[in-house]
C-alpha cells in the first residue's frame, strides 16, 4: 500500500468547511471501530500509532488561523504527545453494547487547539476480547482517505497490488467490421444523448424536491430537548448473501443495502409512531477523487436520495432507489457540491453556515459505503473480527449511517441523536436491518 508523507501547508477550502460546520451538539467527527477476539498489546499498539504519526504529519498538526481571506494553515503542534490522543482503558466484562457506548460518550467536539484525533484501545472485553476506536475531524479526510489511512496500521500495509494488464494484438478490421462498428458507434451516441435528456430532467426534478421535500421525523431542537449520542452496529451478513440478493433482483449491492436500511428505519419509527415523513432524504456521500489518489483529504460531494416510503413493499423501494441510484452516481450534482461548497469557505461564516446547516437538517440522515479488504486483516499481532465505520450526523436528529464490507461480511453502523420519545434508535434500527435482510434473503431462497 502506497503511503504519501507529504502534508499540504494550507487547508482546502472544503475543509475548512467541515471545520466551520461543527457545533457542541452536532461534531464533525468520523469514527471507527475494531473489534478483536483476543487483547491488544500496549507496546505494539503504540508502535503501530507512532508509525501513524510520522506517515501522515496531519496526526501531529493542529489548524492555525492566518486571520481574515486567508486560508488557515496546518502546523505541527508544539505540546503533540501521543499519549493525550492514545488512550488505554479496560472495560471489564464489556460487551459489544459497552464498546459503542463507551465511544458514543465520547463522540464530543475535539479540541481545535490540540490534533484532531484520539484513539482509544479497550481491553479486557467479554471472553477477553478487546476494540480500537479511532476519531478523526473531517477536516482531515474523508472516508476513503480515512479507510485508505487507519489500513496503514494493519497487515494491509504489506499488500501489493497490480494494475497491469496483458496487451493484446489489434489486427486489421476488415470493412464489413468497420460497417458494424460505425453502426454501433451510432446506436451508442443515440443512446448517449437520450440519457443526456433523462439525466437532465432528473437533475430538475432534484432541483425542486432538495426545496419542498423537508424532514418532519425525530425532530430535535438541541436548546431545549434532552438527548444524547448513541451508537450500534449489526450483526454481520454474508457477502454472499448480498449478492445472491443482487442477482436476484438485478440491481447493486448499495441498491440492495440502502433498501434493507430504508426498511429498518422505516419498520422502527412506524412501530412507534414517529412516522411523519411520505419520503426519505438521504445524503450520499459520492467521491470526486482521480483513479489512484488514497490521500488523506478530502475529495467528496454528495447526491440527494429521495425514497418514497408510504409502502413497506421491498420490491417498490428498491426500484425507486435503484432508479435514483442510477442518476445520481452520474450526474454532475457531487462534483458541483463539492466545488459550492469549496467556494463557501471564503465567505465570512456568518454567512453561509446557517444556510448550510438549514439544508443538512433536512436530511433524515447520511449513508456512506465504504467497500473494505475482503481479508483478514491484522492489527498489533492480532486478527481484527468486527470493522465498523460511522460518519458523522447530518445534524441534530438526523442519522449518521455506515455500511463496509470487510472479510465477506456486511456491518451496518448507526449514530444518532436518542431522546426520551425515540429510545434506543440506534439498536434498534441496527437490529430491525438484520431482521429485514433475513426476511427478504428468505422469500428470494423460496422464489428461486
Known amino acids: 500500500m502506497h503511503i504519501d508523507q507529504s502534508s499540504p501547508k494550507y487547508l482546502a477550502p472544503i475543509d475548512v468547511v467541515f471545520q466551520h460546520l461543527e457545533t ?8 471507527s471501530v475494531w473489534t478483536f477476539k483476543t487483547p491488544l498489546d500496549e507496546c505494539l499498539v503504540t508502535k503501530e500509532f507512532c508509525n501513524l504519526v510520522d506517515n501522515y504529519p496531519k496526526f501531529r498538526q493542529c489548524i492555525h488561523s492566518r486571520g481574515s481571506f486567508k486560508m488557515p494553515e496546518w502546523v505541527d503542534s508544539p505540546d503533540f504527545k501521543l499519549e493525550n490522543h492514545l488512550h488505554f482503558v479496560n472495560l471489564t466484562g464489556g460487551t459489544k453494547e459497552d464498546v459503542a457506548a463507551f465511544g458514543a460518550e465520547r463522540f464530543v467536539k475535539l479540541d481545535p487547539a490540540m490534533p ?6 479497550i481491553n479486557d472485553l467479554k471472553d477477553g476480547g478487546s476494540a480500537l476506536i479511532v476519531q478523526a475531524h473531517h477536516a482531515l479526510s474523508d472516508g476513503i482517505g480515512f479507510l485508505c489511512c487507519t489500513l496503514s496500521l494493519t497487515s494491509a500495509r504489506d499488500m501489493k497490488f497490480s494494475s497491469k494488464k496483458a496487451s493484446k494484438v489489434k489486427k486489421p478490421a476488415s470493412v464489413q467490421e468497420f460497417l458494424v462498428s460505425m453502426y454501433l458507434l451510432f446506436c451508442q451516441l443515440c443512446l448517449l444523448l437520450l440519457h443526456v435528456v433523462q439525466l437532465s430532467l432528473w437533475e430538475l426534478r432534484q432541483l425542486f424536491q432538495t426545496h419542498l421535500i423537508l424532514r418532519k421525523s425525530l425532530p430535535l431542537n438541541p436548546k431545549e430537548d434532552v438527548f444524547k449520542k448513541s451508537m450500534s452496529w449489526s450483526e454481520p451478513v454474508d457477502l454472499e ?14 441498491d440492495i443495502l440502502t433498501t434493507i436500511l430504508t426498511l429498518a428505519i422505516r419498520n422502527y419509527l412506524s412501530e412507534r409512531s414517529l412516522l411523519h415523513d411520505k419520503t426519505f432524504r438521504f445524503l450520499i456521500p459520492i467521491s470526486v477523487r482521480r483513479a489512484g489518489d488514497l490521500s488523506l483529504s478530502n475529495q467528496v460531494g454528495g447526491s440527494s436520495l429521495f425514497v418514497p416510503i408510504e409502502s413497506s413493499d421491498p420490491s417498490k423501494l428498491l426500484s425507486s432507489i435503484q432508479h435514483n441510484m442510477h442518476f445520481a452516481k452520474n450526474s454532475v450534482e457531487p462534483l458541483a457540491s463539492c466545488k459550492l461548497l469549496a ?5 465570512p461564516q456568518s454567512w453561509y453556515i446557517p444556510v448550510c446547516s438549514w439544508y443538512a437538517k433536512q436530511y433524515n440522515g447520511v449513508f456512506t459505503n465504504i467497500p473494505g479488504p475482503q481479508q483478514p486483516l491484522r492489527f498489533a499481532g492480532q486478527e481484527i473480527d468486527d470493522y465498523v465505520v460511522y460518519p458523522p450526523q447530518t445534524g441534530p436528529g438526523g442519522l449518521g449511517m455506515g455500511v463496509i464490507s470487510y472479510n465477506n461480511k456486511v456491518v451496518i453502523s448507526v449514530l444518532t441523536d436518542e431522546t426520551e420519545a425515540a429510545p434506543q434508535l440506534a439498536k434498534g434500527i441496527a437490529e430491525q436491518f438484520k431482521l429485514e435482510f433475513d426476511r427478504i434473503l428468505n422469500d428470494a431462497k423460496l422464489s428461486q
Open 343 to 347: 467556494q463557501f469557505s471564503y465567505l
Open 116 to 121: 484532531l484525533w484520539n484513539a482509544y484501545v
Open 241 to 254: 448473501d448480498v449478492k445472491l440478493l443482487r442477482r436476484r433482483y438485478n440491481c447493486t449491492v448499495n
Open 24 to 31: 457542541e451538539e452536532h461534531p464533525m467527527t468520523c469514527t
